[in-house]
C-alpha cells in the first residue's frame, strides 16, 4: 500500500482544514489507517485510527470533539477533518495503515506510511 497526504497549509486559529490520504493498492479496505503529528523537536503523536470498514473510530484527547477521521474505500481515501484548529496542532501530519481489522494506536503498528503534509495554524 502507498499513501500520499494532501491538504496542509495554514489557517488561522479556529479555522479548519481537510487532509486527504490517498492509497493505492487493492488491499487497502482491509487495513486500519491512522493519523500521526509531528511538531518541531517532538516525536510521532498519535491522532486518530479507523478501522478497515469505518465502523470504528478513535481520538487522542488533544483532538477529541475537534477532529474526524473518515475514509471511502471505494475511493482508496482516508480523510481526516480538523476544526476550531489551535496553535498547537501546528505540525506535519501524516497518514499511514496497518495490516489490521482492530484499531492501531501504537506507531509501531503501521507498516506503511505516507509523506507527510504541514499544517500550520496561527494565532
Known amino acids: 500500500v502507498q499513501l500520499q497526504a494532501s491538504g496542509g497549509g495554514l489557517v488561522q486559529a479556529g479555522g479548519s482544514l481537510r487532509l486527504p490520504c490517498a492509497a493505492s493498492g487493492r488491499t487497502f479496505s482491509s487495513h486500519a489507517v491512522g493519523w500521526f503529528r509531528q511538531a518541531p523537536g517532538q516525536e510521532h503523536e498519535f491522532v486518530a485510527t479507523?478501522?478497515?470498514?469505518?465502523?470504528?473510530?478513535y481520538y487522542a484527547d488533544s483532538v477529541k470533539g475537534r477532529f474526524t477521521i473518515s475514509r471511502d474505500n471505494a475511493k482508496n481515501t482516508a480523510y481526516l477533518q480538523m476544526s476550531s484548529l489551535k496553535p498547537e496542532d501546528t505540525a506535519v501530519y501524516y497518514c499511514a495503515a496497518a495490516e489490521s481489522y482492530s484499531l492501531v494506536t501504537r506507531r509501531g503498528g503501521y507498516k506503511y506510511w505516507g509523506q507527510g503534509t504541514q499544517v500550520t495554524v496561527s494565532s
Open positions: 479507523i478501522t478497515w470498514g469505518g465502523g470504528i473510530t
